[in-house]
């Protein structure tokens, strides 16, 4: 038996290329302004700004398709859907973020041996401070989207642009200890820096990522509390063999429960639909799928747990 939350899909799809468009759009407009004030002012934390929202637009490129082809239905070929798409997605943008962060680095590293200087500070404050404004717009959306969707493909956008944001306030730092205080080294220490932190929100992006490709089971917290709520019906004996993953905004859960042996199909089946309607009201989005088995067959030793027990689950 099981569930098939299309109608919840198609809406997820929904947010979440509207998230990806808002950040293709926000990408483009901050990299025309990055880039005629990296011109201007010849520093390398602004050229290292401007690296990263090129980037950007590419990732959020990708991350538009991602999404998309995620929202797409299961189809002959696919069965389980195509989510894990955002995952794939999101790797892009984690090789894209290393990327930065060996040239910014790279490109500093060869500005503080050189001892250049910078120029035009004005020009390099004042597009920051319009990048900082538009990022926390596109942040403040993209926080909005994650909350409803859990999109790994958004989250990792999501994080990119936190580093931006970063970038920006490194840059308008920069340039005023580098022009207005005179410590001339201080535009390529912070390029480092910057590449710094790129390089460890690239480690930290691909996790979930990496997560999601492996079937990585839910956090405990999460199993514990869908066992809780399959296990609140009353002609349940027991719940076993409960298996998670996740993919894309998509969530995949089956497990097996015990029943009285002598109950009917027909009930069996009641039985059943009353339970997937409970967990799908609790847990919209997923695709449920149950076995069941008499009371007390094992079919895998030692990973059973029976209703006497107190969470009445999967351990």
Not at 80 to 99: P, R, S, T, W
Request: charged content about 20%.
């Amino acid at each position: 038996m099981s569930v098939h939350p299309h109608a919840h899909h198609h809406a997820h799809g929904a947010l979440t290329a509207s998230a990806a468009i808002a950040s293709v759009c926000t990408a483009f407009f901050l990299l025309l302004l990055k880039g005629f004030a990296a011109w201007q002012t010849g520093s390398v934390a602004m050229l290292g700004s401007l690296a990263d929202t090129s980037l950007d637009l590419l990732a959020s490129l990708v991350t538009l398709y991602g999404v998309r082809l995620a929202a797409t239905p299961a189809d002959q070929d696919h069965r389980f859907g195509h989510g894990k798409a955002e995952a794939l997605a999101a790797l892009f943008q984690v090789g894209i973020i290393a990327v930065s962060a060996v040239g910014i680095g790279w490109r500093a590293v060869g500005r503080l041996i050189a001892g250049e200087t910078t120029a035009n500070a004005e020009y390099g404050i004042g597009v920051s401070i319009v990048a900082i404004l538009a990022t926390f717009g596109l942040l403040y959306y993209q926080r909005r989207v994650i909350a409803r969707t859990g999109s790994v493909a958004i989250e990792a956008d999501h994080v990119h642009y936190q580093t931006d944001l970063l970038l920006n306030l490194s840059v308008i730092a920069a340039l005023v200890l580098d022009q207005y205080l005179g410590l001339t080294g201080a535009d390529p220490v912070f390029g480092i820096g910057i590449a710094l932190w790129l390089a460890f929100g690239a480690w930290r992006a691909s996790s979930r990522a990496i997560d999601q490709l492996m079937d990585r089971e839910w956090p405990e917290e999460k199993r514990q509390r869908f066992l809780a709520v399959a296990a609140r019906h009353p002609e349940l004996k027991g719940i076993h063999d409960l298996r998670t993953r996740t993919s894309g905004a998509h969530d995949f859960v089956q497990f097996h429960v015990w029943v009285d042996p002598d109950m009917t199909v027909a009930e069996a089946h009641r039985v059943m639909d009353e339970v997937e309607h409970k967990l799908a009201y609790e847990f919209p989005g997923s695709e449920i799928l149950i076995h069941v088995d008499p009371e007390g067959q094992v079919d895998h030793p030692g990973d059973t747990l029976r209703e006497s027990d107190e969470s009445r689950g999967y351990k």
